[in-house]
Nanobody
Framework: VQLVESGGGLVQAGGSVRLSCAAS????????MGWFRQAAGKERSFVAA????????YYEDSVTGRVSISRDNAKNTVYLNMNRLKAEDTAVYYC?????????????????????WGQGTQVSVSS
């Protein structure tokens, strides 16, 4: 499975951004999809995840209420909408795919649970 992120850029604090991740080379609806981010000098960390049908979503506490993950299985694409952006949201954002029947927050928030990763897209928030 190949994953390609897009939609990043420079955004003012308080603004919004919509990231997209297009998947190819596999059966998209078989995969749980996640978004992670990595700020400069820090480890990659979980942001959000969504199950195959889109019925279940999971969010890291610091983004809950500001971030929404969704997917369109017909377009093989997962989205991350981020609102009320803060300087600390500045990071490279990665999408990831996980092929497993298990879906709990503890599993989905772990980097090593995912099978495929995109190259990342930079989001920079100016204050």
């Amino acid at each position: 499975v190949q994953l390609v992120e897009s939609g990043g850029g420079l955004v003012q604090a308080g603004g919004s951004v919509r990231l997209s991740c297009a998947a190819s080379g596999g059966s998209f609806s078989d995969y749980i999809m996640g978004w992670f981010r990595q700020a400069a000098g820090k480890e990659r960390s979980f942001v959000a995840a969504i199950t195959w049908s889109g019925h279940m979503t999971y969010y890291e506490d610091s983004v809950t209420g500001r971030v929404s993950i969704s997917r369109d299985n017909a377009k093989n694409t997962v989205y991350l909408n981020m609102n009320r952006l803060k300087a600390e949201d500045t990071a490279v954002y990665y999408c990831a795919a996980k092929k497993s029947s298990k879906a709990t927050y503890d599993l989905l928030s772990r980097v090593d649970e995912y099978d495929y990763w995109g190259q990342g897209t930079q989001v920079s928030v100016s204050s």
